[in-house]
């Protein structure tokens, strides 16, 4: 490949040459004519400078013949080092580029081997994985028949009337331990009139004691839900319900509300969301009626809202008591913020006057540097200027000393 580029390149450079000859050969037919015309015009006037520009045309063109022999000859030799040296670079090149071919090959080989490597460790993480999500669904499945047997447990639980009632308090207990402080309120607590409420929340004036007492109609509710029960029995299980409801209103106001001891309401628990949503959803006779009573019918849910209320009223309170703490602390506050605003200021105009003198320096400096270039340049001002700007920077300086 490189022989044919140079053997082309030769014959385009002899084209060019040949070209170039038959051009100068060109011209110097057209010089002969022009000679010949002019030798019969002026054949007795000019004869010897015809000769004489006939003999300066042939040693041009003989001077131009050797000089295109002189070029021709660099020219070879040039095209001969041009592919010595072609030669010599493609060998390095080729020799370079087969180097990094094989770097190549051995990079992507190792990335290769890492690839297979990591896919691999993949793969064998993924079977472990499964195998461990295989155990941990095996233990999901022992814990939900464990689960089912509880579940089973749980409604052999509840059905007994004392079970239930020990559930509530529990449950109610704990709702209560998560949101109120223990000063706020009290288990198990005994009124005046010997009753003994589940829980008093201990609310502040004009609230007071607020009676929470669990109740959980549970044994008319799953009649009424039955799935083999017919209308008539589904009607008077409903109604069994509602008349269950009542009489633990009734319970609750006259046990739990008394006056001049307690506040004028109290508090319903249904520990089960169930039993509260049938009762708001499809009993409204019977919020009604205990609203009458005073009585709040309320679940879990709605409970967490009431204790928040409550913890939020104790909260205000204890703020309302600490007042004149937060009012003392507010003036100290304003005292030192007063102090800081003074010192502020001072250190404000010390660092104007800084700023000030700093400038003020800075002229000087100037002045004197524009003088040391005067005295360099042999430029110095008469003496009246001279001590005029001195008594100007005097002045200056003493108004600074009275500042």
Same mark, same amino acid.
């Given at each position: ?10 014959? %385009? ?24 015309? @002019?030798?019969? =015009?002026?054949? !007795?006037?000019?004869?010897? @400078? ?22 021709? #000859? ?20 080729? !020799? ?32 472990? #994985?499964? @195998? ?6 095996? !233990?999901?499945?022992?814990?939900? &028949? ?10 052999? +639980?509840?059905?007994?009337?004392? $079970? ?13 331990? #998560?949101?109120?402080? /223990? =000063?706020?309120? &009290? @288990? ?15 609310? /502040?004036? /004009? ?10 109609? +549970? ?15 589904? %009607? ?9 409801? *009542? ?15 307690? $506040? ?13 949503? &049938? ?14 009573? *005073? ?58 006057? =800084? ?18 270039? *005067?005295? !360099? ?8 200027? &001279? =001590? ?7 002045? *200056?300086?003493?108004?600074?000393? $009275?500042?």
């Amino acid at each position: 490949m490189p022989d044919i580029f140079f053997a082309i390149l030769a014959l %385009a450079i002899l084209a060019a040459l040949v070209v170039l000859i038959v051009r100068l050969a060109g011209q110097a037919a057209a010089v002969r004519s022009l000679q010949e015309g @002019m030798t019969r =015009a002026l054949e !007795e006037k000019h004869r010897a @400078m015809l000769t004489d520009l006939h003999g300066g045309l042939a040693q041009q063109s003989d001077r131009l013949a050797s000089r295109l022999s002189e070029e021709l #000859n660099q020219t070879r030799d040039t095209l001969h080092r041009l592919e010595l040296s072609l030669s010599a670079s493609l060998g390095e090149t080729t !020799e370079k580029l087969n180097a990094k071919i094989d770097q190549r090959l051995e990079q992507i080989a190792g990335k290769v081997n890492e690839r297979l490597d990591e896919g691999f460790k993949k793969t064998n993480e993924t079977f472990v #994985n499964v @195998m461990q999500r295989l155990a941990t669904i095996d !233990e999901a499945q022992k814990k939900i &028949e464990t689960l089912t047997g509880s579940v089973v447990s749980l409604q052999e +639980l509840l059905g007994n009337k004392q $079970s239930r009632g020990a559930f509530g308090e529990v449950q109610l207990e704990a709702l209560v331990r #998560n949101v109120l402080p /223990p =000063a706020a309120y &009290e @288990m198990q607590y005994t009124l005046p009139n010997g009753a003994r409420v589940d829980c008093v929340l201990k609310l /502040p004036d /004009p609230t007071g004691l607020v009676c929470v007492d669990s109740k959980f109609p +549970l044994e008319n509710y799953h009649r009424m839900l039955a799935p083999g029960a017919n209308d008539v029995e589904r %009607a008077a299980a409903q109604r069994q319900f509602r008349a269950d409801v *009542r009489k633990h209103v009734d319970d609750i106001g006259k046990k739990y509300i008394l006056p001049n001891v307690t $506040s004028d309401g109290a508090v319903m628990f249904v520990p089960a969301e169930a039993v509260f949503a &049938e009762i708001h959803a499809y009993h409204a006779e019977v919020v009604d009626y205990a609203n009458l009573k *005073r009585v709040w019918i309320v679940s879990p849910t709605t409970l967490m809202a009431v204790l928040n209320t409550a913890r939020a009223v104790l909260k205000d309170v204890e703020t309302r008591k600490q007042i004149h703490v937060i009012r003392d602390a507010l003036s100290r506050l304003g005292q030192d913020f007063s102090r800081f605003e003074e010192r502020m200021k001072k250190l404000a105009d010390h660092i104007r006057q =800084a700023h000030q003198d700093a400038e003020d320096v800075q002229t000087s400096s100037r002045k004197i540097t524009q003088q040391f270039q *005067r005295i !360099e340049s042999a430029e110095l001002e008469p003496p009246e200027a &001279e =001590a005029a700007q001195l008594k100007v920077v005097e002045l *200056r300086d003493d108004s600074k000393g $009275s500042k």
